[in-house]
């Protein structure tokens, strides 16, 4: 689980400070101010998920049984992709309709740190 989930996390990572550096330079003349604010927060929950991702993959090197680690990481993997994919798309082709997924992404992120949480308290040392 280690090498997979810090990799997927780095590699979330790289691409957000792309995709900032993108809406930074490329978005601020094309787009709304709203809807740049949307890609900003797709870009920070991103950069969130992929640190988070890093950092569980190094507790799930010093707990017993990482199961719920890699159960709570997949979830946020999935719901970072809809959280701030459907940011991203929203801004980049105005079509708001997407805005209504966008909230399946945060439950899936609640879900995935909450399984986190269950993990960590369930290894804890006696």
Known sequence: MFRKYFLIGAIFAA??????????HGLKEIVS????????TGVRYQMYGALGLMLIALAS??????????????LIVVGMIIFSG??????????????????????????????????IVVNKAD
């Open 15 to 24: 691409i957000a400070i792309a995709l900032g550096a993108f809406g930074a």
């Open 86 to 119: 459907s940011l991203y798309i929203m801004a980049l082709t105005g079509a708001t309709k997407l805005g209504a997924i966008t909230p399946i992404g945060g439950v899936l992120l609640i879900a995935g740190w909450s399984f986190v949480v269950w993990g």
């Open 33 to 40: 101010e709203r809807m740049l604010q949307n890609f900003e």
């Open 61 to 74: 090197t010093v707990v017993k049984d990482y199961k719920k680690l890699a159960t709570g990481a997949m």
